[in-house]
């Protein structure tokens, strides 16, 4: 039989919480103990080691027992503090803090330099900085408030509970500072929002000379570069890192991935990301994140894939980005393959990839699946809920969209709205037409919830105002606003002219859009149109002539369409595609039953001085209209078709595919840069209101 000392057996129980993280492996120890000692035999550090351990791992009625089976004279502050520090670690702060009134009242132990920590930890944790002062103070009378360690956890206290004041004065007192208080200055600042600050404190640092920065200083400040939106200031202190020899540094790395990302340099992320030599999820993470905040989405779900095959594990944060990407490319098919991914690693109920999800199948048009999502999350948080009331937004359910408001804000759900949530909600209104509704909710903002309306707000309004043909009222609203106009606010103005053919207001939203955004090639074509379907084709070409003059190129309009994996794009009279043949096949036998079926094309949206014959051809090759003649080429019959089109659907496009809809007997889902259109049996959700 094998003898193992005391000494062994308490090393033996320090791997199995530090090295191997094993309950079992410390459970047989545990028995192995019992069996060679007595209780009462026990040394004092063996039952240091066996709270330590269970508390660790978080067992912690384990630990609790061992603590009680312990003689109070046996009891030290080694003992206490160690399963104070686990409770702390594994998130029972509350307990911990008994424990440590115990330690105080029932065995008269005071704390140490290592206790001091565990308790700025749990009054932080729990939002109580009354708490964490007296525990400065009982430091203070301790004479442990210069030791480095308690002196940081005090700083980093006050810094998180956001009393600046009391951290600043605890900074400037510390004898001396070692270089994780230089770093959780610089954290904290930047948390704050004080990202100039935690530059004043890096250059400090460096003046100093006595504390060399590592890795996590450098991380910080990259952060901070990155809100600063100061690249040349990022740049100099990547010569730093490189000078300070962390130019191999994979967290090092990691962060200059994410800061070059966040100032819309991907190209050096992709440099950067490249030369890491061993990658681990963090670089991958950040990768795909860069490409998702940076509108790359195609290459955002490139990576993951590499990802994947690389066998990374895909953590709640991949898996976030990459949704977001399909998101923002309505790539219905590929969220779905990740959210299976997301099933298989265990992490689809997590609160941030369930929201993501839920924003996903919403931006996608799928709004079964997101409510299926949202229903199923055991968790949600105001994200999740702005997820879904946007998704109904978007697809013109505004009554759904106002209940689930009702239910967010009131009853046993009571989450307080915030500026998102109000965006979504008024842009449900205004989809569905609730113009009373929409304004007692805007008035509401301030006055109920202490949101001051933002920019995006007063687009809502002027958008609703004028979707209802209220756009007189709509404008007085822009001229009444506390805040100067935005390119938003005109731009909703300048489409609710265009709708409801009023083109001298119109002419003055896009003056105001002119001198906002002078190169913006979109309002110019929204003027010309404008003036085009008023018959005023001298003042439409007037428009377009400007635009050649100044050297505004028309941005082109596109549609794509998902078909086995494969993207599809079309322009307008596209005929390059290697099926056009079947294409143009298909959009004649479309028009004659159309045409048997009622349908007049809408030839107001036609962009020159035709005639009406040639009016019709130049309407009928849109985009949009040819990849739905691919889909019902390339789909077998019943199976949806979604469309994307990076403009605004036309006014006879949305006739032509509600007649398509009842003919084909399919549904078809259009996505616009406004709105969804979901298309079945010669109807749209948004009731010809968009």
Request: charged share 20%; aromatic share 10%.
């Amino acid at each position: 039989m094998l003898f193992f000392s005391a000494d062994a057996l308490g090393t033996l129980l320090t791997s199995a919480v530090s090295t191997h993280s094993s309950l079992r492996l410390g459970r047989a120890i545990h028995a192995k103990i019992i069996r060679t000692l007595h209780q009462n035999e026990l040394p004092a550090f063996l039952t240091n080691h066996l709270i330590n351990m269970y508390s660790k791992l978080d067992r912690v009625d384990s630990a609790q027992l061992v603590l009680s089976q312990t003689p109070a004279a046996a009891r030290s502050v080694v003992t206490w503090t160690s399963l104070i520090s686990g409770f702390v670690q594994n998130g029972h702060f509350n307990a911990a803090l008994l424990h440590f009134s115990n330690m105080r009242r029932v065995d008269n132990i005071p704390p140490n330099d290592f206790t001091f920590p565990c308790l700025f930890k749990a009054s932080t944790a729990l939002k109580v900085p009354f708490l964490g002062q007296q525990f400065h103070a009982l430091a203070v009378k301790l004479q442990l408030i210069s030791d480095v360690f308690v002196g940081c956890s005090a700083f980093d206290m006050y810094a998180k509970t956001n009393l600046i004041e009391d951290a600043c004065k605890v900074f400037d007192k510390m004898p001396h500072r070692n270089i994780a208080t230089w770093n959780a200055y610089i954290c904290n600042a930047v948390l704050s929002g004080k990202p100039k600050d935690a530059i004043s404190k890096f250059i400090e640092l460096l003046h100093g000379g006595k504390e060399p920065p590592n890795s996590i200083t450098f991380c910080a400040m990259f952060n901070a570069c990155a809100d600063c939106g100061s690249l040349k200031l990022g740049q100099q202190l990547h010569g730093y890192a490189i000078r300070y020899g962390f130019e191999g540094d994979v967290a090092v790395l990691n962060g200059l991935v994410d800061f070059y990302g966040k100032c819309k340099e991907v190209k050096f992320s992709e440099m950067v990301f490249d030369e890491i030599k061993v990658r681990n999820v963090v670089s991958w993470c950040s990768m795909v994140a860069v490409y998702e905040q940076n509108y790359m989405g195609e290459k955002a779900c490139d990576l993951f894939v590499d990802a994947m095959r690389g066998n990374i594990e895909p953590t709640g944060f991949l898996i976030s980005s990459v949704l977001s990407a399909c998101a923002g490319l309505a790539g219905l098919e590929f969220g779905r393959a990740v959210h299976g991914v997301a099933v298989k690693a265990c992490i689809e109920r997590d609160v941030f990839v369930g929201s993501a999800l839920v924003d996903m199948y919403g931006k996608c048009g799928s709004i079964d699946d997101c409510e299926v999502a949202f229903y199923e999350m055991p968790e949600r948080n105001l994200i999740t809920w702005n997820a879904l009331i946007g998704g109904y937004a978007h697809q013109g359910h505004a009554d759904m969209a106002l209940e689930l408001f009702e239910e967010m804000t009131s009853g046993s759900s009571m989450v307080m709205p915030n500026y998102v949530t109000f965006v979504c909600v008024l842009t449900a209104c205004s989809r569905g037409g609730m113009v009373k509704k929409g304004m007692d909710i805007f008035y509401s903002m301030r006055g109920k919830y202490g949101i001051e309306p933002g920019a995006e707000h007063y687009a809502c309004v002027v958008d609703m105002l004028g979707r209802a043909g209220l756009v007189v009222r709509s404008y007085e609203f822009i001229k009444n606003m506390p805040i100067r106009p935005t390119i938003s606010v005109w731009g909703a103005l300048l489409a609710a002219c265009k709708v409801h053919r009023k083109p001298e207001l119109g002419k003055i939203a896009a003056e105001n859009l002119f001198e906002l955004d002078p190169m913006d090639s979109g309002n110019h074509v929204v003027l010309s149109n404008m003036f085009a379907a008023a018959g005023r084709w001298e003042e439409a070409n007037r428009v377009r002539t400007e635009m050649k003059d100044v050297g505004i190129k028309k941005g082109v309009g596109y549609s794509w369409i998902s078909v086995k994996n494969s993207v599809h794009i079309f322009q307008a009279k596209d005929t390059s595609h290697e099926r056009n043949f079947e294409i143009q096949a298909m959009l004649n036998k479309l028009k004659k039953d159309m045409k048997a079926a009622g349908y007049v094309p809408d030839t107001d949206v036609a962009l020159y001085d035709l005639e009406e014959e040639e009016k019709e051809s130049e309407v009928w090759y849109h985009s949009e209209k040819l990849a739905l003649a691919f889909g019902l080429v390339a789909l077998p019959p019943g199976v949806p078709l979604r469309i994307t089109k990076n403009l605004r659907v036309c006014v006879d496009c949305h006739s032509a595919i509600k007649f398509i809809s009842g003919i084909v007997g399919r549904e078809i889902i259009v996505r616009d840069n406004s709105r969804f259109h979901c298309f079945k049996d010669n109807q749209c959700t948004c009731s010809d209101y968009w």
